[in-house]
T-cell receptor, first 114, second 109 residues
Framework: ETGVTQSPTHLIKTRGQQVTLRCSSQ?????VSWYQQALGQGPQFIFQ???????GRGNFPPRFSGLQFPNYSSELNVNALELDDSALYLC?????????????FGEGSRLTVL | DAKTTQPNSMESNEEEPVHLPCNHS???????IHWYRQLPSQGPEYVIH???SNVNNRMASLAIAEDRKSSTLILHRATLRDAAVYYC??????????FGSGTQLTVLP
């Protein structure tokens, strides 16, 4: 079984631009969560998608949006990029949305905003 | 979310046991205690989770205090590969995990 894969691994954008990050969940998982990890800090929950619907959101503005596709892969879109959006963006998948067990994380996409 | 307190850093010698403490005095009765670790340049990795009883798996053991206000992650024989940031996360589900600052574990050869 394949693990969680994310693309791109690194990218550089300028302030005001838009970015799309992609995630392929682990085989058989129907729930995807996105986290933002600033340098030196723990990951912060952005939102979760379950069966193509947003199913919970952290304290992030609407310019952070997402999609989940029928094959359970997912995208994170960030509009009007700000310097503080520079971070590692992590995708995690799991069997169900209310699951209490293991989340499987990808290695992340490192975004730098200049 | 329950507030957690973990040491900023700990050191251990290779092949010795490591006990990583976590205080979570405001934990609710239905919160599980999840532990994740994050190796350098990688995403977090699940270690173990439990509710009330002590738990063991191939990676580690989790000892939960009787009043559930604290827990200890036990690595039985630390290896260099165990050097990572360890996060203790009380949560009712894995739906939305609130990561704190964690404990940076250094393993000395």
């Amino acid at each position: 079984e394949t693990g969680v894969t994310q693309s791109p691994t690194h990218l550089i954008k300028t302030r005001g631009q838009q970015v799309t990050l992609r995630c392929s969940s682990q085989s058989g998982h129907n729930t995807v969560s996105w986290y933002q990890q600033a340098l030196g800090q723990g990951p912060q929950f952005i939102f979760q998608y379950y069966r193509e619907e947003e199913n919970g959101r952290g304290n992030f503005p609407p310019r952070f949006s997402g999609l989940q596709f029928p094959n359970y892969s997912s995208e994170l879109n960030v509009n009007a990029l700000e310097l503080d959006d520079s971070a590692l963006y992590l995708c995690a998948s799991s069997w169900t949305s209310g699951f209490t067990g293991e989340l499987f994380f990808g290695e992340g996409s490192r975004l730098t905003v200049l | 979310d329950a507030k957690t307190t973990q040491p900023n850093s700990m050191e251990s010698n290779e092949e010795e046991p490591v006990h990583l403490p976590c205080n979570h005095s405001t934990i609710s009765g239905t919160d599980y205690i999840h532990w994740y670790r994050q190796l350098p340049s990688q995403g977090p990795e699940y270690v173990i989770h439990g509710l009330t009883s002590n738990v063991n798996n191939r990676m580690a053991s989790l000892a939960i205090a009787e009043d559930r206000k604290s827990s200890t992650l036990i690595l039985h024989r630390a290896t260099l590969r165990d050097a990572a940031v360890y996060y203790c996360i009380p949560s009712g589900s894995a739906r939305q995990l609130t990561f704190g600052s964690g404990t940076q574990l250094t393993v000395l050869p």
